[in-house]
């Protein structure tokens, strides 16, 4: 909820703070016949009004913590480790195996995101539509059981069949996280939260390359060794799914494992992301804004960049360490370090940008890291001495995983109404899904051992990605300017404060003025919250950068 600040000045975010939020809150609700909009507006007209504090706000936070929290990473874990079993079983002979030519395996990765592509009108229309819970456990089971079924493919047509059927159920996947992510935490807390699951990225290259060293060494007459990593994912990924069904609720409203107090405090924390929590009803009028929406196409830009450099490695990352002159199964134990390097990279760059408050800066940065390593791939030499330096900017290629994490979170926090939060995470996730198209198509095993078309690539794309995190603040700066302006024609203070980026300090310092020791109290039908506008039609809505 943003509220007046004390003093006055220019529109103020978190990243420049005149005032910071009451001790406790007191909520009106409006008659239900009143409320339009979201269902969390509803569910308070409901239950008449709550007051609470910053304990008990801390308190639910913890507890959607533990519930929601592992839930997520276990949902990104599997998905990541169902995608990414390709890649291990490349250096195991599935090429030779199911009679690959080079062309065909790089087919073999791009044509999950063709099903992907194809399927994200549809997802983002069901997770308007149905349970967030229920669609995402759902997709889990349906993956997991195709991946298991990878392992009766023996030849090129059953196999792209198949993973195009993956990427179709996996299209449900990251934009459900990040549709959850915006459902149950404030906008200060979600840069971490998504970095965490995004980080899964990283503790699948761990635990993949462990249990494909492991599952590697099972020699049978009767079946190859690729089909028995396909048969190992695919079985856990369904138990998972499973469990997932279970314990995942579909909205705070509707969290059996919290009392109804709990329940309203968890919805109420919420109103001041000006960004609603779940309406379940599709708006035409939010669709259409997202296609002419500008930060819709920056983000598209900038996901598309990132995904063409981190499909292509991810795709041949262990061949390129193989071709540095290592064997079959030291290239999987090196890749060991990738994930530590990249865990350590997507949840350091959070905490960066969570207490600088500044994504597009971090973004720049961290874009560096990946350039540095890219330049080193291409001008050492391969002459069996130099695999340390070669190993090295590999791993400094890694950071990259940090920055698609970031853009999921950075989009997510600038856009609000139901309908439009996800029409605009289903359009950075068709960028995703064509980068990761293209990005294996650069990448050629007759370019072996430099690969040069696909570095130089990666390389021009790591510097776009940076000038990009440069750019896209200054037009949010304008935006914000577009709505102080627009408050001030409505006779609202130009200078608000938008409480859902305080940080715990903040929310537990008292405000220096007349208001202290006084709950501030606002009537739903007043706050546009949660009134399922699209933030740039919500004067209210503060940009962040």
Partial sequence: MASESPKPGPASTAENVDAIAPASRAFIAAPPEKVLGDKAAKFIAEHGEIVFDYEDERAVLKRVDIRILPLLLGAYFFQQLDKSSLSYVSIFGIIQDANLTSQQYSWLSSILYFGQLAFQPLAAFLLVRLP????????????????????????????????????????????????????????????LRTSYWNAMNGVTQIVGSLLTYGLGHIMSHNIYRYQVIFIFCGVSTFIYGITFLILMPDSPMEAKYLSEREQLIAVERLRANQMGVASRKWRWDHALETLLDIKTWLWFLIMTSISIASGGIGTFGNLIVKDFGYSN????????????????????????????????????????????????????????????????????????????????????????????????????????????????????????????????????????????????????????????????????????VDESMFNKTEMQRPQDSELDQKEQVTSIEDDNGLQDRSDLKNEDFIYVY
């Avoid at 695999?387 to 920055?403: D, I, N, Q, R």
């Avoid at 072996?448 to 790591?462: M, W």
């Fill in 132 to 191: 967030t819970g229920k669609v995402i456990g759902t997709a889990i089971v349906l993956w997991g059981a195709t991946q298991a079924l990878l392992a009766a493919c023996t030849g090129f047509k059953s196999l792209i069949a198949l993973r195009f059927l993956l990427g179709a159920f996996e299209s449900l996947i990251a934009p459900s996280c990040i549709a959850i992510t915006q459902m149950w935490w404030r906008r200060s807390e979600q840069t």
């Fill in 329 to 496: 199964f030291t290239s999987i134990l090196f890749n060991i370090p990738f994930g530590v390097i990249q865990f350590g990279c997507i949840v350091g760059s959070a905490a960066l940008a969570t207490k600088i408050r500044r994504k597009g800066l971090v973004i720049t940065l961290v874009s560096l890291l990946p350039i540095t390593g890219t330049i080193l791939m291409l001008t050492v030499p391969r002459n069996g001495h130099t695999k340390g330096a070669l190993l090295f900017g590999y791993y400094l290629v890694s950071c990259l995983g940090a920055v698609t994490p970031m853009i999921f979170t950075w989009q997510g926090q600038n856009t609000g109404g139901d309908t439009k939060k996800k029409t605009t995470t289903g359009v950075v996730i068709v960028g995703m899904c064509a980068g990761n198209i293209i990005g294996p198509q650069v990448f050629n095993t007759k370019d072996a051992p430099l690969y040069r078309p696909g570095l130089i690539s990666a390389l021009v794309q790591f510097v776009f990605v940076g000038a990009l995190g440069l750019l896209i603040p200054m037009y949010l700066m304008f935006l914000n300017k577009m709505h102080e302006r627009k408050r001030v024609e409505l006779g609202k203070r130009a200078d608000i």
